[in-house]
């Protein structure tokens, strides 16, 4: 059973009784699920997951204390403590008695203000620009098994994804960098004999195509150990990731260079052709960093537009 399911059965054998039994009066201002950092809010978890951090458990979010007060927070941070510490042959953690670090009973308002800086998922354009990824898929990720109150649904909702001008900056930036280290960068690495700094451009390119791929997705790029895993699963260009997985596996030998470098431009042209797909170049030709511009001139917002190319990655 994956944790996901693990976590939403306990929920209604045990969570949602004990709410309903006893929050009576303040359920429907509460909101319960799990989302947050652990490959079981994506969906990953497998048996090596159950390692670490890995439990039935289940967030209890809460709104201001002008709405619950610090008495019935501290009540049901109580009565979640006392549920089973056992569920399906999988133990809960210890915790506090203020709540666990990752399950347990949350203000709302502190909870997204620590995971993106803002308590109602409303971000400035800098706040889009500066706040990680990573964050962004975790507060947006697993499922919310109830939510009477509705705050925590909208918050996530304001939260679900980048606004069109801001993904166009990230695509502009992250086409720039890979038109810099695969098609410029690798061979002459290469052809210096600097086969270690050959490999560290192929990262590069390779780190941010998967970024590029994941914003012609319109699906947030999460921690980096998962991406492979996530990327495989996109409906568009996913077919990459093998590539990409022979072109970091590899060395930078002279029989296997040039076969790298025909692949980095495999993965380039596949790009641009999803680019011109979607309408996002008005550049013809294969060199990404001319698209990169294309790009990044189809910015609506002046400000945004005029940032340097590269301001958001």
Known sequence: MKGIELSQKFFREFGKPMLESEFSGVI?????????????????DDSISRDHDFEA?????????SIIDRRTAFLLERA????????????RGMLSPVGGARRGVFRTSEYFTEKVGSADGILTVNGWLSTPEQALAEATNGKIFFDAFGEVTKIRENLSYFPEDIRLKKLAGNLLLMAQSGQ???????????VAAAQLA????????ISAIFLLNRVYKPYYKW???????LPKLSIEAEIMEYLITTDNSPELSEEKYYAIEGIAADIIDELSEQNLTKAICGDLEKHAYSVNDSVSDDYI?????????
Not at 186 to 193: A, S, T
Not at 202 to 209: I, L, M, P, Q, W
């Open 202 to 209: 192929v990262y590069e390119f390779v780190n941010h195509a």
């Open 28 to 44: 429907d201002k509460l909101a319960c699920g799990i989302l947050g950092p652990g490959s079981e809010c994506f969906g990953f």
């Open 184 to 194: 410029y960068n690798y061979k002459r690495c290469v052809d210096r004999g600097e």
């Open 305 to 313: 537009r005029n940032l340097h190319i590269l301001s958001a990655v």
């Open 57 to 65: 458990g289940f967030c209890i979010f809460l709104p201001d204390e």
């Open 80 to 91: 979640y403590s006392k549920l089973p510490k056992e569920f399906e042959g999988v133990k």
């Open 227 to 233: 991406c492979f895993k996530a990327l495989r699963s």
